[in-house]
């Protein structure tokens, strides 16, 4: 099927919920796509950060067929092999004592929401206790419990009412934080780096600021690290860079090599407010995709892999910086952690430095309308940085 005829079909049939460039993508390699006309692209999206080791993954591929060859699904009615094996994986690397697998990031999110709520609801009994603290400019996903949670105004119009008992307040202050809460609050909830926000990373004293007031008010710190986990910012998760743990988090993304999944890890003393019966997904614990997360977590947990992350992402920071020191005019600042960049703009449209990226062979995305976010595979090369630093400059200079 010719490009034309793809994209025509698409336009009439899919519901347009996005906006997508006059290209379609056929296959991967390594750190390159391949669109239907031939045309090769540096990938700097990565899957929105879930191809975190790139296209054509030889052991993502053996593992997804060899547990297809056994079994694909039969539900959370019965024990299969790969979920519990994962969860093991999870927890012993993180703060976490148990999981809940889902499908994506979104399901994790609304299921941490509930378990939140659960474990309020059982902790204080003779009291209300159901109240989130999240903040503006966050991102939590799409579903209502979600959009509710997340402090962008866009994302709640034409969908009102939302779920009641959520507050939003600045990220990185904390006093604005503490102004929300009362007894009722069951938990702040936050992504310790808010990515579709537009790239800002949590300062250490308000992560430990909020720690202290969770232990103070008995509320509950929950993470979102759907996108910012599993290596993307150079430690395995982002939490690690600080000296705070969350009572629970969430991951998805990145997890499954490209399959899909999401997780939503918390300590015992949530664990103990769930009962069977309380939550559930058809799907979750998927054993193709938890089959495919062991092997892909393997890879992305391994140190080596984890320090080579961080020294690619110094790299990455020091030749944008450079960039932003020759164009001071356009780039106002550059943010990030890791392989998760923003270029931040001004007088420049982001959408338009992205098209002019995608025109030169290169594919980077946005992060609110004057960001440019760079989000490559895990695996990309210092020469693949070398090249997109020298597109943006060359994009900068013509406008
Ligand atoms: C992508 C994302 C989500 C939503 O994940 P979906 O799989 O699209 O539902 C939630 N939180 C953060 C931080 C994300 O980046």
Not at 96 to 123: I, M, P, V
Not at 163 to 183: C, M, Q, R, T, W
Not at 314 to 343: N, T
Request: one cysteine or more; aromatic letters at 10%; hydrophobic letters at 45%.
């Amino acid at each position: 099927m010719d490009t034309k005829a793809v994209i025509e079909l698409e336009r009439k049939y899919i519901l347009q919920t996005y906006v997508r460039p006059e290209l379609v993508l056929e296959k991967g390699d390594g750190v390159y796509l391949f669109d239907t006309d031939g045309n090769r692209y540096l990938d700097f999206v990565s899957g929105l950060s879930v191809n975190a080791l790139g296209y054509n993954v030889g052991m993502v591929q053996e593992a997804m067929t060899a547990q297809a060859g056994r079994l694909i699904h039969v539900s959370n009615l019965y024990h299969t092999v790969p979920a519990p094996q994962l969860a093991e994986m999870l927890c012993e690397r993180s703060f976490a004592d148990r999981a809940f697998f889902c499908n994506s990031g979104t399901e994790s999110w609304e299921a941490a929401l509930k378990f939140a709520r659960k474990w309020a609801y059982k902790t204080f009994p003779e009291k209300p206790k159901y109240k989130f603290v999240a903040m503006k400019n966050s991102f939590h996903g799409r579903t209502y419990g979600s959009v509710s949670s997340t402090g962008q105004p866009k994302y709640h119009k034409g969908f009102e009412p939302i779920l009641p008992g959520i507050s939003f307040a600045d990220f990185n202050d904390l006093e604005s934080v503490e102004k929300l809460v009362d007894a009722e609050t069951a938990a702040v909830i936050l992504e310790p780096l808010q990515a579709e926000g537009g790239i800002h990373l949590a300062q250490p004293d308000f992560l430990r600021g909020l720690r202290q007031l969770c232990d103070e008010m008995k509320m509950l710190l929950v993470f979102d690290e759907i996108q910012s986990g599993l290596g993307r910012t150079g430690a395995l998760f982002c939490y690690q860079h600080y000296d705070v743990e969350p009572d629970m988090m969430t991951l998805a993304k990145a997890l499954a090599g490209g399959l899909p999944i999401g997780a939503t890890l918390m300590r015992q003393a949530v664990a103990d407010a769930v009962e069977p019966g309380d939550h559930a997904a058809t799907f979750g614990a998927h054993p193709v995709s938890c089959a495919v997360a062991i092997e892909v977590f393997k890879q992305l947990s391994d140190p080596a892999f984890i320090a080579g992350v961080k020294a690619k992402g110094e790299y990455l920071y020091a030749r944008l910086g450079e960039v932003r020191d020759r164009h001071p005019e356009v780039v106002a600042e550059i943010r990030g952690k890791g392989l998760i960049a923003g270029a931040v703009l001004k007088d420049v449209a982001a959408g338009d430095v992205v098209g002019a990226f995608r025109e030169r062979g290169m594919l980077v995305c946005m992060a609110g309308p004057d960001v440019v976010r760079f989000l490559p595979p895990l695996v990309i090369g210092k020469g693949h940085i070398d090249e997109v630093v020298a597109a943006l400059d060359e994009i900068l200079n013509g406008s």
